[in-house]
């Protein structure tokens, strides 16, 4: 099955550093994303990135399709970016496999 | 416009009780999908729900089963709970047609097994 594998594994910055998360994977997907797990559990939406370039405020993410891996980039972080980062791939139906997880503690 | 919706948000169940979670999906949404996340680990796909069948299906034991209604909202039922079964289980909703589209979680159900 597909392997996703996600770095660093911890994260520690001070607030309004920049920061960049990674991720590998193993297989050609049609759907990757990547998701804020707040400490109250809730996943957040941040990007749908099969491909390409996206920028949302901060946040931007680029996905080089080719060559199997992703990029999450957070600029200007503040302490309410801490939390974890999962990547999360899928296939044709949905079903996504999430690596294990970027833990960012951004401290004030 | 609803997200996805979770319930209960917390329980505690004894070894060996039967447990159910509901969830339903968001507004225009026909596939609803279960995860179990443990403790400092990604979530791990259950299964997933589709025209009120099970498409699809991780490498869970059969203690682990599902519904889908006819307005898409489904049920997570695990019998015979483990200690290992405490985690938290969330809900993901999407289409099922035009694979490759956003997924939303709902805020999930923290299972505590005593």
């Known amino acids: 099955g597909i392997q996703v594998e996600q770095s660093p594994p911890d994260l520690i910055l001070q607030e309004g550093a920049n920061s960049t998360l990674r991720c590998n994977f193993s297989d050609s997907v049609n759907n990757l994303q990547w998701f804020h797990q707040n400490p109250w559990g809730q996943l957040i939406n941040l990007f749908y990135i099969p491909s390409g370039t996206k920028q949302n405020g901060r946040l931007s993410a680029t996905t080089v399709a080719t060559e199997r891996y992703s990029l999450l980039y957070i600029s200007s972080s503040q302490t309410t970016d801490s939390g974890v980062y999962f990547c999360a791939i899928g296939g044709a139906t949905n079903k996504l496999i999430f690596g294990t997880g970027t833990l960012l503690a951004v401290q004030p | 416009d609803a997200g996805v919706t979770q319930s209960p948000t917390h329980l505690i169940k004894t070894r060996g009780q039967q447990v159910t979670l509901r969830c339903s999906p968001k507004s225009g949404h026909d596939t609803v999908s279960w995860y179990q996340q443990a403790l400092g680990q990604g979530p791990q796909f259950i299964f997933q729900?589709?025209?009120?069948?099970?498409?699809q299906r991780g490498n869970f034991p059969d203690r682990f089963s599902g519904h889908q209604f006819p307005n898409y909202s489904s049920e997570l039922n695990v019998n015979a709970l483990l200690l290992g079964d405490s985690a938290l289980y969330l809900c993901?909703?999407?289409?099922?047609?035009?694979?490759?589209?956003?997924?939303?979680f709902g805020e999930g159900s923290w299972l505590t097994v005593v």
């Open positions: 729900y589709y025209e009120e069948e099970e498409r």
């Open positions: 993901a909703s999407s289409f099922m047609t035009g694979a490759g589209n956003t997924i939303y």
